[in-house]
């Protein structure tokens, strides 16, 4: 195999590559002819062996989104300019295709001169020449029907359409969102994982941690209560989705520093003109668009879903016995699980709720925006569609796994004021938390139960992805 493997111990702005009778060095730079210049800030290089015929992939890293210059030569003396590559959103790569040179060197030249090429909808994304479908969808009936129909928090000011989610989509996966253009809101809400983030606690664009876990987005739109963020502090999905954009910690832009920037970018006035007739970048619109797409991201089609249809014809033995202990359905009529997680979006209905993690609570929820003492511990429940996807759990991430969170609930809750009332015991002591005393057979089965509610095309639709023109 004519395979290239790096070789170590090379500083970060160069990097070799060692085939048969073939060097081929790669090397970071700033143009020789301009005095003081100096290398963007962040900018790195890479090299990784080739693929589709390509003997090496070199990919530049540069959170400033410049236009760097690919140039091959022979003796390290002349250099032939094969590419000049546009940055979108952070990075791009380039493959090599086979050379018989001996020797040959690349490398990628920053020139303040050359940056002349803008991003536009033709080379800065991989969208196709019609909006793909957010719109035109087969729900199941019940979510036509009461309850389900009371819970859609859609304004009639921000009804979906295709090309406002697809610009919010842009907007999802964008860099350009955050002071130094390297945190996305997908950073934090990744597609892979039901768009919640696998650490416990998100990274913010200067590297510090969040203090809450970042909750899956999957059906956010319907949620009776209407409200965002684990202390329901955002009235709405449009209010909330501005908020991360400003906080100091998370993503650090100021709304008059990000509607510059992207009025700046030609793709986003075209984006902007085909959604609101007009190419205006404002927060509004800003708001308006993320708020259709992540309203867009619905999960019908688990295999729950598929059960419903068919009377859980489909489900095996453990997962019928799982479904029957959520429901609360005899003989585990005392399982209130169903209580806070109804309907089949899973979520509660007009309650916040306290589900007794702690007494007193480090993290007071909405309790720490009334000051209130009968609002400590209460915070919102998040739909249990993809659960499985979504791990760690909780507003603190303190669960890794779903076994954690039955063994929580089954004997682990603890004593508060607040403890919502599904979650005391009945016929006991006051104050009493809830236990459910099952067996380990029974756990298992609550988990598989659980399992079923994955929807593997929200983690794999392309219509949910990263719409960025990164190379090849």
């Known amino acids: 195999m004519n395979r290239p493997t790096p070789t170590r111990h090379e500083p970060p702005a160069h990097r070799m590559l060692r085939l048969r009778g073939v ?28 693929t589709n015929g390509n003997i090496a992939t070199v990919k ?10 690919l140039e091959s030569s022979t003796n390290l003396t002349t250099w032939t300019e094969i590419a000049a590559i546009k940055l979108h959103n952070g990075s791009f790569a380039r493959g090599i295709l086979p050379v018989a040179t001996p020797n040959l060197s690349f490398r990628a030249v920053f020139d303040p ?9 033709t080379n800065a994304l ?3 020449a019609s909006p793909l479908n957010y719109t035109a969808l087969t729900l199941p009936p019940r979510f036509s029907q009461q309850p389900i129909l009371g819970q859609d928090n859609t304004p009639a000011t921000n009804l979906t359409t295709d090309i406002g989610a697809t610009l919010g989509r842009v907007l999802f996966y964008d860099k350009r ?20 983030d696998p650490r416990q606690f998100s990274v913010g664009f200067n590297g510090g941690l969040t203090g809450r876990n970042s909750m899956g987005l999957a059906n956010a739109r319907w949620y009776q209560r ?6 329901e502090r955002a ?36 984006l902007f003109a085909q959604t609101f007739g007009s190419p205006a970048v404002t927060s509004e619109r800003i708001s308006k668009a993320l708020a259709q797409f992540v309203r867009s991201i619905i999960s019908t089609q688990s295999k729950y879903d598929a059960g419903v249809a068919s009377n859980f014809s489909n489900f095996t033995t453990q997962e019928n016995l799982g479904r029957q202990i959520f429901f609360g359905q005899t003989p585990f009529n005392f399982v209130t699980c169903a209580t806070c997680h109804g309907t089949d979006n899973f979520v509660p209905g007009p309650n916040i709720n306290n ?32 659960i499985e996807l979504t791990a760690p759990y909780m507003h603190d991430g303190r669960f890794a796994t779903l076994e954690q969170v039955v063994e929580f609930y089954d004997s682990g809750v603890v004593n508060h004021p607040n403890l919502s009332p599904p979650l005391k015991a009945t016929g006991g002591a006051a104050g009493t938390p809830l236990r459910l005393n099952l067996t380990p057979q029974q756990k298992a089965a609550l988990v598989a139960f659980m399992k079923t509610l994955t929807d593997p095309s929200v983690s794999t639709d392309a219509k949910f992805s990263d719409p960025f023109n990164y190379g090849n």
Request: aromatic share 8%; with cysteine.
């Open 23 to 50: 060097v081929i060095a790669f090397a970071l730079i700033v143009t020789a002819s301009l005095s003081g210049a100096q290398s963007p800030s962040g900018a790195t290089l890479g090299i990784a062996p080739g």
């Open 60 to 69: 530049v890293s540069d959170p400033g989104n410049f236009v760097w210059l």
């Open 113 to 121: 001169a050359r940056q002349t090429i803008p991003s536009a909808l």
């Open 126 to 128: 991989l969208l196709p």
């Open 177 to 196: 969102l955050s002071t130094n253009q390297t945190v996305s809101c997908a950073s934090c809400h990744v597609q892979a994982n039901g768009f919640s």
């Open 226 to 231: 209407q409200k965002f963020f684990w202390d």
């Open 235 to 270: 009235a709405t999905l449009e209010d909330q989705t501005l908020m991360p954009i400003q906080d100091s910690l998370e993503m650090g832009m100021t709304l008059q520093a990000l509607t510059n920037r992207l009025a700046a970018e030609p793709f986003y006035t075209n």
């Open 355 to 386: 589900n007794g993690l702690e007494s007193p609570y480090v993290d007071k929820g909405l309790g720490a925006l009334t000051g209130l003492t009968q609002d400590e511990g209460l915070f919102k429940v998040p739909s249990l569609r993809n």
